[in-house]
């Protein structure tokens, strides 16, 4: 009972802390109290860690008109995407861009999105195992028009989350299995590729008849709009050379105000503020 009478004091007391240094630094004054000072070391000894999130992508489209739907597909078919982990962690979400030609289509619910290893390209290797002992399988994922789809649970009743844990280096298969078919339809909602270029080893398509194939060599002009969301062990590791840093650091003061790396180590604010400045201070040293 006094543990957690203390932990919650010391909870309260950071909160309260953390507000007067942000309220300092946003003032931009010169100089500091000593009082502020300590208060502010005392806020990066006692506030608990929130680890944020990276966003793991081949492809370069940040919105739909950067992107061509791929009317191509038949049922039971699929498309796969290699991606590498920068860093270990856990895979806590997987995103699919869905686009018809027009716009408007009504939601598609589609078979499965699994994560596999990294197999032999273009075969996606075994199915990886979730946290929960399942196969790593998002089962019937219903895909609106022109949005990037994101699934952090296996089941549609959102009680299963997903959670893979990868290593530092490690590479892995998101494929998605059609249930309707898509080809020479462009009103209905499917798959899409971006404006770069189609990058090896890294998209490919189960064709039916012919099994997998690279995507490249099969009229697809860019990287499969496919994406996974990673909690990293170490977030404010942000070069993952396994330690907390002046690098990190340096990359934090970089992107001040942006949403570029180091945004939301701490807080859900999307932006490199003092909050996220903070953490990585209180987690410095090597990652453990």
């Excluded at 856990?90 to 197999?119: C, H, K, N």
Aim: glycine residues 8%; proline residues 4%; charged residues 15%.
């Amino acid at each position: 009972m006094i543990s957690r009478q203390r932990d919650f004091v010391l909870h309260v007391l950071g909160a309260i802390l953390r507000s007067m240094c942000c309220r300092a630094l946003s003032k931009q004054h010169l100089s500091v109290s000593i009082g502020l000072v300590l208060a502010c070391v005392f806020l990066l000894i006692t506030t608990v860690s929130t680890a944020g999130e990276v966003t793991l992508k081949n492809d370069s489209a940040t919105d739909g008109s950067l992107t061509t739907p791929c009317h191509c597909l038949l049922a039971g078919e699929r498309v796969a995407v290699w991606l590498t982990a920068d860093c270990g962690g856990d895979i806590v979400a997987v995103q699919v861009y869905w686009r018809s030609m027009f716009g408007g289509a009504p939601d598609s619910q589609e078979l499965s999105i699994t994560l596999q290893a990294e197999g032999t390209f273009p075969t996606p290797g075994a199915v990886l195992t979730n946290a929960s002992s399942d196969p790593a399988v998002v089962s019937n994922p219903m895909l609106s028009d022109g949005v990037f789809n994101e699934f952090r649970h296996l089941d549609l009743a959102q009680t299963i989350p997903l959670s893979v844990s990868v290593t530092a280096g490690q590479t892995f298969v998101v494929v998605l299995e059609m249930l309707n078919t898509t080809d020479n339809n462009p009103f209905a909602g499917t798959v899409a590729w971006d404006h770069d270029t189609c990058q090896n080893n890294r998209n490919a398509v189960f064709t039916n008849p012919g099994g997998w194939v690279d995507a490249c060599t099969q009229g697809v002009l860019g990287d499969w709009v496919f994406r996974a969301v990673i909690v990293p062990a170490c977030s404010s590791d942000l070069d993952c050379n396994g330690a907390v840093d002046v690098f990190d650091l340096l990359e934090v003061l970089s992107n001040w105000g942006t949403n570029g790396p180091g945004a939301d180590i701490e807080s859900p604010t999307n932006v490199v503020d003092v909050f996220d400045l903070l953490e990585l201070l209180s987690s410095w040293g090597d990652c453990t």
